[in-house]
């Protein structure tokens, strides 16, 4: 297996001007278009750091959760969410069934993350071992042998 490359080199191999189009359009076109994809970048990359400090706290909840043997999805929660986002959403022209689906995607996958916790943690009580309880703050935090939520 290839080691995953690290996030300093990928982001040093990036070229922002990386394009299908070079060549084929009006120098002065492609200028403008980079511009706005400069942009598109930046948003890119917030959403990446976004995202993963989303995944630290439903990390947290995924541990309590385990602890507590409370069931991965709360569809009354969930339910409340999507309301607050299409609102959201529909403020700020963005398309909320569009906003909708992206949440649930998220939280699909958060549940799928809190559903390996939950097992790994039932496994560890069975075989006797130390269920890994995580209260800490999470970046400096391991992810143990089921760390399969990560797959
Ligand atoms: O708040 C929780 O209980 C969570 O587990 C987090 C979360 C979410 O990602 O926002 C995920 C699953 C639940 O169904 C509801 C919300």
């Known amino acids: 297996m290839t080691e995953p490359t690290p996030s300093h080199e990928a982001e040093a191999d990036f070229d922002p001007t990386a394009s299908s189009l070079a060549g ?18 930046n948003i890119d990359a917030t959403l990446v750091y976004l995202l993963a400090e989303r995944f630290k706290a439903t990390q947290r ?34 398309d909320p069934a569009f906003a909708e689906k992206f949440l649930n995607f998220i939280i699909s996958e958060v549940i799928r993350h809190h559903q390996a916790i ?4 039932t496994e560890a009580l069975r075989t006797g071992a130390t269920p890994v309880v995580k209260s800490a703050p999470l970046a400096d935090s391991t992810l143990d042998g089921g760390g399969s939520q990560w797959r």
């Open 24 to 41: 084929h359009i009006d120098p002065a076109v492609m200028a403008e278009l980079l511009a706005m994809r400069s942009s598109i970048d």
């Open 118 to 121: 939950s097992d790994s943690h």
């Open 61 to 94: 909840v995924g541990f309590l959760k385990a602890q507590h043997q409370l069931p991965p999805g709360d569809p009354g929660r969930e339910a409340a969410q999507i309301a607050r986002l299409r609102a959201l959403a529909e403020s700020a022209h963005l």
